[in-house]
Every structure is written in structure tokens, then in C-alpha cells.
């Protein structure tokens, strides 16, 4: 969506905005923590992101790319730095070829720095631009109102040829070539802003093109002192009253630094000059968010923007991928990896998937498919387990908050599961592994901080979902306990591809989120699907694979966990009374996993057995741990699709020999 059209929908509200500006790191670990940050940041409600364009396009590749997952599996509004010094028209043209297919729809076009050996900048040969709006006028050329394009604007002044006054003439020029928005060079001094704002709206330039101000925060006395003086930004004297005496305190400069800028933020929104304020974050947080947080512009708890939250799951921002509103849920602690196993569909599906059930997903060596960090990360992160008991201790330490990641849960629980929190923490304590689950709702209201999505006035609804794997002794119980239990639908799947479940193969996708808003069609939003759910079991055990290939061959943890990932089933279950709050749980009574200590949980009749059947009595000993022939010889199908093309060991096939693929 165009950055102006955002800002005039929300100031036509009188909601002030905002916005981030990011740049791109220098090593690929950075790259990942900073789209950690970036999606955390979120939450603070920014308008818009930007990534920045390095002199003479160092950085461009890397820009190009940030700005695709940003804007496809971030789901954030992305506005591509753009320069011309020193960039031959090949790479002007590869550069907005891939911000169109990104989806991203704003540009900002700049000049640019001079590189770093060159004091003044000069036209090379074979550079097609000499001005920004030469490459305004190029981009309008080209791709018409597609893009919204931003420019610079000096409030102090360009450089020393060029003074604010001066610079004005040529900000109009930029404007009346194409330029839709105004994005000025960091500034602190309120009076400075908020007079030259006058001049320009003075000079014709119309009040439909927003001018905003560039801040960035203070972080540290030193790097403020210099970066103000490398962009000849003037520093209000009382400021530096102020920063001299705690300038040897970082906590305290980031405390005086807040209420600095917070001061002015103030006088710029009170004043009308802007209604929005775009941060130089310097890929940081904190800062930023205390100055939003003293200006009272983050959404609060129980505060409802459905520009935050208009679906259950973060929308991608791709090209043609803006209208979709149906996941399933199995990707919801991996959204990157869902978007990109899709990004090749040519069309997203309905709101009742319609027909797309039978997609071909991507291939699991995509881009973002794969865990994060290095091996020696996720060995901090998740210790070195040699037994049972400590993957159980892992799992009820990610379950309490302890542990920030799984391997298939990219982000800490959230705030949904705390409902469930004692159940959850119970079954894994008893070595069953919980890998998702929600819980419950019945009609909650549509602004609920919690559940709450949609537009306002509505009501949403979930149907309870657990996902979990499960050891093999313990699978025939459970569907035995399951056969008892109508309401319940379930999937049960190993890396094999042996699959079982008691949904009949006619049937369609299982709604398990929906809502109901005034004026429109029930939406359904998450469901529960067969084809889907067989692509998921594909990327569940390649995460397991991944997961012990983080330690060394024939090292005990690399053992276990490859025994876990190859014997032990993923079963999913559906509770269809969705206003029954534990159904599920009970499914589970008595049973925990040989090996694992039990304190007062999971029995029935006294005995701690791993193999309990539906007494609490277990007869079957656990299989051999060895890796079997067949999984060795055999690897599973991996398009996920049910179409007797690529069976495994029955993976097209249930256990009552029904085929899965006629749907």
C-alpha cells in the first residue's frame, strides 16, 4: 500500500504515525537477528520500514533482499532506499524489478553519498542520473503510480553549496517530478523544523505531501555528538546542558536522551507541521520504543488497530499475495518457511481454499526453510540432551518461558497459550513433546487483547488444536481413547509417511479459527487440512534432521534426536465442540514416555509405565533405538501431496487402506 495513502487514512482519524529505518548488516547472523527485531518491532504499530541503499549501491543486493522478506514473510509495510550516484541504469532496473516483485510499493529515491575514496560527487560514465529527480522521473516512467516515491529534504541545508532556503527550489522540482512524500535529514532543533515546513508549504509544495521529519534517537553521548556532526545537524544548547554531565552514563544519556527527543516530537505533532515521525533506529529498539512509549503512541494492551492485527496470522505483503486469508495452522510458529514453500503459487486460495488443496509446496532447501543460527548457537540455546528427560526438560523450559526457540518454534510462546500453560507444561514433563496448540475461544470479542483480530464489533471463535509428537508405544492408546471421542478428529503421521486419522478422505478443510464481523461473510482464516498437513510432516522431520546435525556424528544427542525424529509420530487433533476447554487433555491421562520421571502427573492406577494403554497398564516394550532399514533406504516423500506417485512405506495410504489422495 502507498505510504501516502496510509498516512492520510490514519491523520484523517487525527492518529499521529510513525516509521523505522533499518540498514542492512554487515554478516548474515546480523541479517537474522535484525528480521527478528524487525518483526518484534512491529508490535510498537510502525506505518512503514525502510531499508537503506549504501553509496553506489555497496549494499544493493543485500537491500533488494531484505526489502523481499521484509515486505513477503514479515508482512511488513516496506518503503527500498534508492540512489543514483555512481549506479549504471542496469542496476537501477534489476533493483525496482525486484522491489515490484517483492510487492513493496514505495520507493525512496535519493542522490546519494559520494563513495568513500571520492570528497564531491561526480557523473561517472555509463551513470545515467545526475539528480534525484532525474531517477524520479525514470521510476514514473517506467512503472507509472505503482511505486509512491519519497524524497529527501534538508531542513539545515544540503552541503555547503546548498542552503535550506537554497535547497527548497530544488525539493519542489523533485515534488513536481513525481515525488509523493518528503523524508528530511535528522534534525533536533523544533523551531529550525517547524519554519522551514512553512517555506516549503510557501514555495507550493501542496499539503497532500506529508514532510517528514527524520529523528534518531540518542543512543550514547559520543555516537549522538558525531553523527550530528557529520550531518551538520544543529544541537540545541540546552541539550548539551543536559547530556555534558551524565555523558559517561549510557543508561542515563538514553533517559535524558528520551526526554529530549520526546520534547520534540511533541512540539513538531502540537505545532501541525507533521503528523508523522520517521526514526533513524540504527537497527536498536530500546531507545525508539521509550520515546514512542513517553509520547503514548504505542498501541496499548486492550487497544484495537486492525492494521496491526486484521487477520490471526501476519499477512504477507508479496505481490499478489495481499488478498490471502486462509493458513493452515501448522506454520504458525514458522510463517517465513510457510511464505516460502507458497511464494511460486499462482493464485492464493479462498477462504475455503476452494481449489488449491492440492498445492504443489516449495522444496524444503528454500531460503528460510532450514533452522536459524549456527550450530554453535543452538547448542547454547538448547543444551546437548543424551536422554529423554533432558528433551522433556528442554520442552517444559520453552513451555515456562526459560527458552526463547524450539527447532519448530521460531519465536517465545505467546500470550495465547498461557490458558493451557499447566497442561502444556504437564505433557511435556511426561515426554510428550507439544510443537503447537491453541486454545479454545467462544466468541470473544473481535478487540480482545489476546484473541482479538479483525475489524471492530466482531466476534472470534477457535476450536481447542494440539499438535504433539508422540512415542510410537504410546500411539495405539491414544487412538484407541480417540475412538471413544466423536468430536475429536485427528492426523497421525511418522517419518515414514505412515499415516492414520479418522477423517474420512471426502472431507474438506477443518475451520479451527473463524470470525464474524457486521456486514460481512464468516472468515475462516485457519484450518486443518490433509495435503497441507502431509507438507508440514516433511519440513517437521527435515527440522529434526537439521536439529541434530548441530551436534557431532555418533555424539549422543545427534543419536537421540535422530530417533526421535525417526520413529516417533506427529499426531494433530482437532476438539470440533469449540466450547469445550480441555477436551483434549484428557486424551492423555496416564501416559508419559520410559525413561522420564514422573511427579504426580499422567496416571491412572499408580503405575508409571511409558507404555500405558487406556488403564495405565503397559505390557509392550520400547522398540530398539537403532535407525531401521527402511527409514535408511527410504526417505519420505517430499512434496507433501497424497497422489500414489511418491508412497513410502503406505505415506498415500491410511491405515485402513483408503487412499488420501481422492478429495
Not at 116 to 128: L, N, P
Not at 406 to 420: K, Q, T
Request: aromatic content about 10%.
Amino acid at each position: 500500500m502507498h505510504i501516502t495513502k496510509k498516512l492520510a487514512s490514519a491523520h484523517a482519524e487525527n492518529r499521529p504515525t510513525y516509521s523505522f529505518e533499518y540498514f542492512p548488516p554487515k554478516t548474515a547472523q546480523g541479517v537474522q537477528n535484525l528480521y527478528d527485531r524487525m518483526d518484534r518491532m512491529h508490535g510498537f504499530g510502525p506505518a512503514f520500514v525502510d531499508i537503506t541503499w549504501g553509496a553506489g549501491g555497496r549494499m544493493s543486493n543485500l537491500t533488494c533482499e531484505m526489502v523481499k522478506v521484509a515486505q513477503s514473510a514479515y508482512g511488513l509495510e516496506t518503503c527500498m532506499h534508492l540512489t543514483c550516484t555512481d549506479m549504471a541504469v542496469s542496476k537501477i532496473d534489476s533493483a525496482l524489478e525486484e522491489a515490484y516483485k517483492a510487492g513493496c510499493t514505495n520507493i525512496l529515491a535519493l542522490r546519494g553519498d559520494p563513495p568513500r575514496e571520492k570528497e564531491k560527487w561526480e557523473q561517472g560514465d555509463g551513470v545515467a542520473f545526475r539528480y534525484a529527480r532525474d531517477l524520479i522521473k525514470y521510476i514514473k516512467k517506467k512503472y507509472g503510480s505503482h511505486f509512491d516515491i519519497g524524497i529527501a529534504g534538508y531542513p539545515e541545508g544540503c552541503d555547503e553549496e546548498t542552503d535550506a532556503d537554497a535547497h527548497i527550489p530544488y525539493l519542489k522540482e523533485k515534488v513536481d517530478a513525481g515525488g509523493t512524500f518528503i523524508v528530511t535529514q535528522m534534525c533536533y532543533d523544533a523551531d529550525i523544523f517547524i519554519s522551514w515546513v512553512k517555506q516549503c508549504r510557501a514555495a507550493g509544495i501542496p499539503e497532500s505531501v506529508p514532510i517528514i521529519p527524520g529523528i534518531m534517537p540518542i543512543q550514547t553521548y559520543d555516537s549522538f555528538v558525531r553523527r550530528a556532526s557529520w550531518t551538520q545537524c544543529k544541537i540545541p544548547p540546552d541539550w548539551l546542558e543536559k547530556l555534558e554531565p551524565v555523558k559517561a552514563d549510557d543508561a542515563r544519556v538514553r533517559q535524558v536522551g528520551k526526554d529530549l527527543i520526546t520534547d520534540f516530537c511533541r512540539r513538531l505533532l502540537d505545532s501541525g507541521a507533521t503528523m508523522h515521525l520517521h526514526f533513524y533506529t540504527m537497527n536498536l529498539a530500546a531507545s525508539t520504543q521509550m520515546v514512542l512509549e513517553e509520547l503514548q503512541m504505542t498501541p496499548a494492551s486492550d487497544s484495537h488497530n486492525p492494521d496491526l492485527k486484521p487477520l490471526p496470522w501476519r499477512q504477507s505483503l508479496g505481490l499478489n499475495r495481499r488478498d490471502e486469508n486462509v493458513r493452515p495452522i501448522f506454520w504458525r510458529n514458522r510463517k517465513q518457511s510457510y511464505v516460502a514453500r507458497t511464494q511460486d503459487w499462482d493464485e492464493f486460495p479462498n477462504g475455503r481454499w476452494g481449489d488449491s488443496r492440492s498445492p504443489a509446496f516449495g522444496s524444503l532447501d528454500a531460503y528460510g526453510i532450514g533452522l536459524k543460527g549456527t550450530n554453535e548457537a543452538n547448542r547454547k540455546l538448547w543444551g546437548s540432551p543424551s536422554n529423554v528427560q533432558e528433551i522433556a526438560d528442554l520442552f517444559v523450559g520453552y513451555m515456562q518461558g526459560k527458552v526463547q526457540s524450539l527447532p519448530w518454534s521460531e519465536s517465545p510462546i505467546s500470550g495465547e497459550a498461557d490458558v493451557l500453560r499447566n497442561d502444556l507444561i504437564d505433557l511435556n514433563s511426561r515426554g510428550l513433546l507439544t510443537i503447537n496448540s491453541q486454545p479454545a475461544v467462544d466468541g470473544a470479542k473481535s478487540t480482545h487483547a489476546t484473541y482479538g483480530w479483525g475489524p471492530k464489533n466482531g466476534y472470534v471463535y477457535q476450536k481447542a488444536y494440539l499438535e504433539i509428537l508422540v512415542h510410537p508405544s504410546l500411539l495405539p492408546t491414544l487412538m484407541g481413547r480417540m475412538k471413544d471421542k466423536p468430536e475429536m478428529t485427528y492426523y497421525a503421521v511418522n517419518n515414514s509417511g505412515e499415516l492414520q486419522t479418522n477423517v474420512p478422505g471426502s472431507s474438506g478443510p477443518n475451520a479451527v479459527t473463524w470470525g464474524v464481523f457486521p456486514g460481512k461473510e464468516i472468515v475462516q482464516p485457519t484450518i486443518v487440512e490433509t495435503v497441507s498437513f502431509l507438507a508440514w510432516r516433511d519440513e517437521f522431520y527435515h527440522l529434526g534432521q537439521e536439529w541434530s546435525k548441530c551436534y557431532d556424528d555418533g555424539s549422543e544427542s545427534r543419536r537421540l534426536i535422530r530417533e526421535i525424529t525417526e520413529s516417533w509420530y506427529l499426531v494433530n487433533i482437532v476438539d470440533n465442540d469449540f466450547r469445550s476447554q480441555r477436551g483434549i487433555f484428557p486424551l492423555f491421562e496416564g501416559l508419559h514416555v520410559d525413561g522420564v520421571t514422573v511427579t504426580g502427573h499422567g496416571q491412572t492406577n499408580g503405575h508409571a509405565n511409558g507404555n500405558a494403554n487406556a488403564n495405565g497398564h503397559g505390557e509392550k516394550q520400547l522398540p530398539d533405538r537403532s535407525v531401521t532399514s527402511d527409514s535408511k533406504s527410504n526417505p519420505p516423500e517430499t512434496n507433501g501431496v497424497p497422489d500414489k506417485n511418491n508412497a513410502v512405506n503406505g505415506a498415500d495410504v491410511t491405515t485402513n487402506g483408503h487412499t488420501e489422495a481422492k478429495m
